[in-house]
């Protein structure tokens, strides 16, 4: 039997002002991705890589997504730290990822401390810039994790789509941010004071705002603190009790659960190579049909490339920072049949008549896969840099539901096995405080320990399940799998159409040394090879109509 004390609560005096607080660090995490997916291809490919070696380099994200994610989430499902399950390794995780990022953006300096020799220097440097990546990346991952169960702990039921989108709106403003920095020429604006390149002064950037917004949720959020926890045979396995515990979760997923965690399976095989990839082909696409001689001979063709990406992008992130606001507004939830907020009465009418030609959640995921499909077939016919961008923006709303409506439909399950079936665990304020709080499943007025087991009976408004890190580890698993596959395929196709170094980026490589550019982008292949896995996405999705 598990035992409890405190209850949920967010700092704010709206619903916006708490969501916001609850949210605000997915835009420092996704700003440290958008650097990272903008610049760090290309910077890999500046320092003599090839496209089939920087593709296996990208095994970090699926790597790390596979390994940290569960366990942090396994083991922060069991913590008794006076600060919360989730908190600490929030703000930890991102102190650590500030500074791997620090040491990507500054690897060349670093290294020419130790070994002044430019030439003996060269090797160190690629190794060390591949090491700083994966520690951002298991680093960054540990944060996610605990972020997103977070925001499952902290609100009920019928709350989990709105957290869910407002993660979404979060994780579009700061992808927004990221592409806006690395559009402009942040050298000739800031100086040199935060690095002389636009790559540094990106990283530098990036770790600052991860650590604030991760420190401001972190101040905003008070979580209930697991005094004692069941006890369950599944953990009794001594050292690998916590990898026992996942994998017999996931081989006794309920059946709702399992088939999100396939969609979501298939549907990022076709994700992974967009989101890393995608900035490199605008630019590379630029470089080679539409760029000018003195763009080409431009001494920083890194932050051409990543600036011309960039640009592309600051659309895309238009579109889905309006998607984010809007989608969830048309778009039913998927707890509606359980719950449904009133309108006012001088609203109802309209907003009954428009709630029968409301799509459900479900129906909007499908066709996300089918729009992101539709879109990456034609990847590999774009011979212009407008082309490659219209198809970049035609993905901005499915990013926006594909972001979503997995953890929106996890959410409600996982809430569901808690035994949280109704509306009455929704927050409530207690006198004039600008606290947001949840009902603690006992009376009114809360007891100072919670038994969620022995309250189950008498209140179905449990505001979460104690597994929620274990189940979201397990679907980010079926999220980094593809990633795996993805790097495969990636690596299969770079090897084969592009085995050289990069002509756009390896200046200082030997001109035999570099690929041909006849024939399709290597990248754009990639992403068709995306698009096909997208449309079996689409009818993994449709199994959940009939679960």
């Known amino acids: 039997m598990s035992r409890w004390v ?9 619903e916006a002002v708490r969501m916001a607080l609850l949210t605000l660090n997915t835009i420092g995490i996704t700003f440290v991705w958008g650097v990272e997916q903008t610049y760090c291809t290309p910077y890999l490919l500046s320092l003599g890589l090839t496209k089939s070696k920087t593709s296996l380099v990208w095994i970090a994200g699926p790597l790390s997504g596979l390994i940290v994610q569960p366990i942090v989430g396994a083991l922060a499902d069991e913590s008794t730290s006076k600060w919360g399950r ?18 990507l953006g500054f ?29 951002v990346d298991f680093s960054i991952n540990a944060v996610m994790s605990a972020a997103r169960s977070l925001v499952v702990d902290t609100l009920p039921i019928e709350k989990q789509q709105t957290g869910s989108a407002w993660g979404s709106r979060m994780s579009a403003i700061g992808h927004g941010i990221a592409y806006a920095t690395g559009a402009v020429d942040l050298p000739s604006i800031l100086g040199t004071a935060l690095g002389d390149s636009q790559f540094k002064q990106l990283t530098v950037i990036a770790a600052l705002g991860l650590v604030f917004t991760c420190g401001v949720t972190a101040w905003a959020v008070t979580e209930r603190i697991l005094v004692a926890s069941r006890h369950d045979p599944r953990k009794d396995n001594g050292g690998f009790k916590v990898v026992s515990q996942i994998w017999s979760t996931i081989v006794h997923l309920p059946p709702r659960i399992r088939a999100i965690c396939m969609a979501q399976f298939w549907a990022w095989i076709g994700w992974f190579p967009f989101l890393f990839y995608s ?76 709630n029968e030609y409301k799509p459900d959640l479900l129906t909007a995921w499908m066709c996300a896969h089918a729009t992101f499909a539709a879109a990456m077939f034609f990847a590999p016919f774009a011979t212009s840099f407008r082309f490659a961008t219209l198809l970049v923006c035609l993905c901005g709303l499915p990013w926006n539901i594909a972001s979503w ?49 022995g309250s189950r009976s008498g ?61 399709p982008n290597a990248i754009s292949v990639c992403l068709f090879i995306g698009a096909c896995s997208a449309v079996v996405a689409v009818f993994a999705t449709r199994k959940l109509k009939f679960l």
């Open 6 to 14: 405190g209850q949920p609560s967010i700092k704010g005096s709206t």
């Open 86 to 103: 989730r908190k600490p390794f929030i703000i930890v995780g991102s102190i650590l990822s500030a500074f791997c990022l620090l040491t």
């Open 107 to 135: 690897t060349k300096e670093i290294v020419g401390y130790f070994i002044p020799d430019a030439k003996a220097a060269q090797s160190m440097t690629i190794y060390t810039a591949v090491l700083a990546i994966y520690a």
């Open 279 to 354: 900035t490199t082909w605008i630019g590379e696409t630029y470089f080679r049909y539409d760029a000018v001689h003195a763009a080409k001979d431009s001494g920083d063709a890194l932050g051409e490339i990543g600036r011309v990406g960039s640009e592309a992008f600051i659309v895309y992130s238009v579109i889905t920072f309006f998607g984010s606001w809007i989608l969830p507004m048309v778009i039913r939830s998927p707890d509606d049949e359980s719950y449904t907020q009133r309108p006012p009465k001088s609203l109802q009418g309209i907003v009954e008549k428009l």
């Open 405 to 453: 409506a997995p953890s929106a439909f996890l959410g409600v399950e996982v809430n569901k096995l808690s035994g949280a079936t109704g509306h009455n665990g929704s927050y409530r304020r207690l006198s004039h405080d600008s606290n947001m709080e949840l009902d603690d499943m006992g009376s009114p007025s809360g007891p100072s320990v919670l038994d969620p087991e």
């Open 459 to 519: 209140s179905r408004s449990n505001p979460t399940g104690q597994l929620s890190g274990v189940y979201f580890g397990i679907l980010n698993i079926y999220t980094t799998i593809p990633q795996f596959i993805g790097t495969i395929i990636s690596t299969v196709v770079f090897s084969i159409l592009e085995p050289g170094k990069s002509p756009e980026l390896a200046h200082n490589a030997h001109p035999d040394e570099h690929h041909s550019t006849d024939g």
